[in-house]
């Protein structure tokens, strides 16, 4: 019987890298004539079975590896991915690796992202005529088949194709998903090792032929055949990223970057999860979770919607700066939650890992997330020293004196010499969450935990309060709705422009904004009809700035300041005072105690009526732009009674 890692070439004496343990025998098999290296056929449902042969088929791989999810298969995978360049060892630390892409595969690109669906309008709002739409793409079926036909036929001549089985969410939880990504990058193997529950325990699952999200993953060949960069091939110029709701099915190529490769995040949990959630009742969300206890020992969960790179893993990891209170993470990207039967809303994290970003990253903004990244991580694109570490832009005081950096490009980098960062400003950690220090005990409960409140945000520098609160449900789902956030190195978007950004989920509707709004609105309804009731919604922004440019809140810990005033309102303190954009804090309801910044609350919470005539106006267009047809009339009339109340300011 041959050995597993007879199938792996090259494979030369890794320096530095992980031993290798004893791998497991594979038996020699295959499937309709392609080699199987790892795992058997028989291991494959029927479904499964099929979904291989036809992938197979169209791709045309050397050989097949049936992921395992085994401790030494991820070895074997990173020593080859050492040798063939792609990654490199971090010796500072236990089983960190460093992976540099092509510099021209970065970031998601919400350009070339689609949702396929027979009629436009499921799956994206017809804009107002010679008005570009904003919520999405969609693609026609004819196209879609077209698109696959003019990249994937033969794309992995050469490779191997990895069946990754996953789960996102616990195994056993009744809210978790099943996929199978099918991939050529065993890079994306070991991203995704991190980042959902993998290996035959989901083949197990799915033993019973039940059915599972679909998610073929090439990073492809460019049309002329050649490869630019050997250690991270990809087709920038035909990358496109596929979603047909109707059949659970995701389809990726010419990219390995983050959410374009790693199908379980974005394109399953968010997009073709927003359509199972809609069909099934519940919410797929762009949300990061986390518990937070007060001095009296009372605990409570939080869901918070902000764009990418706006500090979600910051917030779901924060050390709180006011006494007594403890915060414990969940996740710090996506939320599935669902109305349980008594009408309470509960949440799982689907995730295992977290995907965070780089940059601004230290142990004075997120000392729980650098404890997080010393063992067993996958960085992409930071910027590396010559003691085996890592560096990014705002790990300065981090750095060991006398050691020299290379950055994200392989070029060496002085500070404050080079011109451009050191760390790409979308550059990642990709880290198991159960290394967390402070993860919830709960993480992982197959029911999921409890949210008592909803939060929306973003980056605004100018004119919107540190918090307010909706009035009621649908002006939160309005507050939702109407959500705009400085653009950030997560997609292709230049420039630090204000864009609209509903729910921080603009690039992840997987069906059209209105019947999204529609479906939020019904919520409230379901929590009621179980006897329950829906959670609190608030607005909050850490980044407002004064006439200087400078933050007028110091955000990070001490946003637990603000956690604690909404927590009181959930338990009903009357420590708000009404304003014609929703409840804010009264005035000292705040707890400043002990801050060690004198904080102008007065700018910080002002409520300018210019800025919001402004801002109504431009909500009102942007409706109007983009939703003219798929507007809730529920939502339009929020907008009006803000604007009444506005005007009489
Ligand atoms: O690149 S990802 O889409 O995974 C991260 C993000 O944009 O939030
Ligand atoms: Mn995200």
């Known amino acids: 019987m041959p ?24 038996i020699y098999n295959h499937l309709r004539g392609f080699p199987i290296v790892n795992g058997e056929h028989a291991q494959l449902s ?28 991820s070895n074997m995978l990173l020593t080859m991915l050492h040798s063939q360049g792609t990654i490199q060892p971090l010796p500072k630390y236990d089983n ?3 992976a540099r892409t092509n510099p021209a595969d970065v970031a998601r690109v919400e350009s070339k992202t689609f949702i396929c669906t027979e009629n436009r309008e499921q799956a994206i709002p017809t804009p107002k005529e010679g008005i570009k739409g904003a919520l999405g793409n969609w693609i026609s079926p004819e196209d879609y088949d077209t698109a696959i036909q003019n990249r994937f036929p033969g794309c992995m001549k050469g490779r191997t194709m990895y069946v990754v089985p996953f789960s996102m969410g616990p195994i056993a939880s009744p809210l978790s998903k099943v996929g ?20 035959h325990e989901v083949l197990d699952k799915l033993a019973d032929n039940s059915d599972f999200v679909k998610c073929l993953h ?15 091939p990809c087709d ?35 997009r073709i999860g927003s359509t199972i959630a809609k069909r099934e009742g519940w919410l797929a969300e762009h949300m990061l979770i986390l518990g937070i206890t007060n001095p009296n020992g009372d605990k409570k969960y939080i869901a918070a919607a902000f764009p990418s790179a706006c500090g979600k893993t910051n917030l779901a990891m924060m050390n709180p700066t006011l006494p007594g209170y403890k915060v414990e993470c969940v996740g710090d990207d996506i939320a599935w939650m669902k109305f349980d039967s008594k009408g309470q809303l509960r949440a799982i994290n689907p995730e295992n890992g977290f995907f965070g970003v780089a940059p601004g990253t230290s142990s004075a903004t997120n000392p729980n997330a650098m404890k997080t990244i010393h063992k067993n991580t996958i960085f992409t694109n930071v910027a590396s020293t010559s003691d085996g570490g890592v560096f990014w832009e705002g790990m300065e005081d981090e750095l060991t004196p006398g050691v020299q950096i290379t950055d994200w490009l392989g070029q060496p980098w002085t500070p404050n010499q080079s011109k451009n960062p050191a760390a790409h400003p979308n550059s990642r950690f990709c880290a198991p969450a159960s290394q967390c220090p402070i993860i919830d005990p709960a993480w992982e409960d197959n029911e999921g935990v409890p949210i008592s409140a909803i939060l929306f945000g973003g980056r605004r520098p100018e004119g919107v309060p540190l918090v307010y609160e909706a009035n009621s449900w649908s002006h939160g789902v309005f507050i939702g709705s109407a959500m705009r956030s400085e653009s950030t190195a997560a997609a292709e978007h230049k420039g630090k422009v204000i864009m609209n950004d509903p729910f921080a989920m603009r690039p992840f509707f997987g069906y059209n904004f209105g019947d999204y709004l529609q479906h939020w609105l019904s919520m409230e309804q379901r929590a009621a009809q179980a006897g329950g009731d829906a959670p609190k919604i608030f607005h909050v922004n850490w980044f407002r700035k004064d006439g200087h440019g400078k933050f007028l809140w110091p955000g990070f810990g001490e946003n637990s300041r603000v956690l604690d ?23 000292g309801s705040i707890n400043l105690d002990g801050l060690n910044q004198r904080v102008d609350e007065k700018q910080l919470f002002s409520i300018p009526k210019k800025f919001w005539l402004k801002e109504v106006d431009e909500i009102k267009q942007y409706y109007d732009n983009q939703l003219p047809h798929d507007l809730p009339q529920q939502i339009g009339n929020e907008l009006q009674d803000l604007k009444n109340r506005v005007e009489q300011m």
């Not at 029927?46 to 298969?73: N, R």
């Not at 090439?218 to 991270?232: D, E, F, H, L």
């Open 3 to 26: 050995h597993l890692l007879d199938h792996y070439q090259p494979l030369p004496a890794a320096m530095g890298s992980p031993k290798l343990k004893t791998v497991p025998k594979a």
């Open 46 to 73: 029927a479904k499964v079975q099929d979904y291989v042969e036809q992938s197979a088929a169209l791709c045309q791989p050397d050989k097949i590896h049936i992921v395992d999810g085994s401790e030494e298969e």
């Open 96 to 98: 960190c690796w460093l």
């Open 180 to 199: 199978i990504e099918i991939t050529d990058s065993a890079y994306v193997v070991n991203s995704m090792r991190v980042m959902t529950r993998m290996g």
């Open 218 to 232: 090439s990073v492809g060949t460019p049309a002329n055949g050649k490869i630019s960069m050997p250690s991270w």
């Open 236 to 270: 920038p110029e035909r990358t496109i990223i596929l979603h047909k709701p109707e059949n659970n099915e995701i389809v990726s190529y010419g990219s390995g970057y983050g959410g374009n490769s790693l199908l379980g995040k974005k394109c399953f949990a968010l």
């Open 565 to 587: 005033w909404i927590i009181r309102r959930i338990d009903g303190e009357e420590c708000y005072q009404q304003t014609p954009i929703g409840r804010i804090p009264s005035q």
